[in-house]
């Protein structure tokens, strides 16, 4: 799944930053591929960029219009529908990570097959994908996990790679989720994926790769989550990774979504990764933990950091208020004797 | 996903026992849903079912076509598109579990739609899914799970099922798997369904139940398996299982497609997969471990049984040597105070 770059991003009417919160990622993290943001009437949100129609973006280089954006009813409103016609009018590929898809919308159908663009739904996997073969792969691999969905698994990975490549190491962000997708411009959703091939999937998002190169992966929910567990192994057993870094949020009263789950313990999320880790390599090895520490007062956050480094003797670090360059180093490292 | 019963057996040239293995297992476990067999010229191997043609068939009360038969290409051959054509014609709807679907064969799919005849292709899964909510549901639930793939989880589940209900007890065989879905008549392909619904898809085929009645869930692959442990995680924690069955074949060399990784020894299987299935039921116990032990001398099965059943505290049995019996027993004493 490739899509082109550089983006217009559309915003639709949004007034909520939620709704805006995948457009808002490739923004921060991929601000280079970004060319403007596009608007309808009554949108209150802006991400800063440059407001641009399809055609004045297409003229500044534009190649992909982006629906990053979340729609209450799961529908595409007819206003959404004008919009989309205009880009591709203007000579845009559709990427969108809406549930539905926009090859469902006749119209839209239509008029990109007429035009010759690309309709991209990044929610939807229809690659055929093989089953995975557990065969070791060249190259380095980093896979975040964690104690629960949404604890900052792909925002580590994404400041591990900026990090990294600020060091000169050959690193490589390796998208499994929609915003994560659209950040990278590729990826596979894995969550899409029939479950016969998850760990396959991931096999092939992250080929065979020089010795010194590093994918770092995106990881998804959590071995702990009675909904998304199945998602996890599989990416565990298919990233085969030589180093996991752990994320978590502190504060989190319950399991995301489920408010009858308790979330696990650190120690418990490292020992049972890790052991499953190790089946597919077994030399796979804890490198760092991520703290999501948002509601923690500075100094608190440094304490809890501190603690957990010496609990479990890896750096630990809350990347949005500390960076990741003390995991950094440890990867600098590998590969290990 | 629903057949309607009784079935005609559709053979195709089989000339290989292989080949036939689905149709043959649901002849052996619903007998009285098959009332015929049906060949083409150039078979040789037959299950011992009248050999009858779609029209005659019918008249006996037959609903549905059966392609319970492996095919090498992945194709589907002229001489099979006459047959299903036959059966159509013929008032049978039609039940296949060849990868390539049915209705992308113009002519069957248009056929079809004239008779007004279904096309049901067990490999794939298009209902729409829950994710997962891990939410108690009353009744019990066994699930078989496995040291591997094809180490005997749907034979012993529906061992099981035969042996409690000739006791009496209300149980039910829920086939998460081609042929098992066959068998049954109903199910859901739990390595079809897309990653982010397994647990989910699992909730939804066994639903809330009588207190006193056993859902008996089909197991698939192994958490040790690198290529399918996502869905066999899935599965565990969808089952919200009160009772596991441990599945083991003692003399396999590798796991099974996978000549450079080693079994798990039974104790680790029982470990790990006692701890996961606790995640959404705190009260899973193993009540049994099921050993295929077709390469032994019985005298060697049946020490080897006895030690498994001394080491581990639960009996073990050869389902296919010794029944299911002593498993059953244990499962009277539900549920456990």
Known sequence: MMIEAPYLLFLGEAQD???????????????????????LEGATISLGLPSLSPAAATARGAKTFVLGLANAGGTISDTWVEAILEAL?????????????????????????????RLIDIRHSDAPLPVGNGKKRAGMRLLTVGTDCSVGKMYTTLALEQAMRTRGMDAEFRATGQTGILIAGAGLPIDAVVSDFISGAVEVLTPDAAPDHWDLIEGQGSLFHPSYAGVSLGLLHGAQ????VV???????????????????????????LAFARRT???????????????MTFENASKLCADTARIYGVPCVDPLRMGVD?????????PRP
Chains 1, 2 share one sequence.
């Not at 990774?241 to 996991?244: F, G, K, P, R, T």
């Not at 979330?263 to 418990?268: N, T």
């Not at 003390?326 to 590998?334: A, H, M, P, Q």
Request: hydrophobic fraction near 40%; glycine fraction near 6%; proline fraction near 7%.
């Open 241 to 244: 990774a030589d180093a996991l």
């Open 326 to 334: 003390d995991i950094v180093t440890e990867l600098e490292g590998f």
């Open 17 to 39: 930053p939620i709704a805006v919160k995948t457009a808002r990622g490739v923004a921060q993290w991929r601000p280079e591929n970004c060319v403007g943001e596009y608007s």
């Open 247 to 273: 994320c978590h949020e502190p504060d989190r009263p319950h399991m995301r979504s489920l408010p009858y789950y308790a979330l696990p313990s650190l120690a418990q999320t490292i020992d049972v990764n």
């Open 281 to 295: 390599n077994e030399n796979a090895t804890i490198v760092g933990v991520s703290l999501n520490t948002s509601s």
């Open 89 to 117: 009018e203007a000579g845009l590929d559709i990427a969108s990570g809406l549930h539905r898809r926009l090859a469902s919308v006749p119209i839209i159908r239509e008029r990109a097959e007429a035009l010759g663009r």
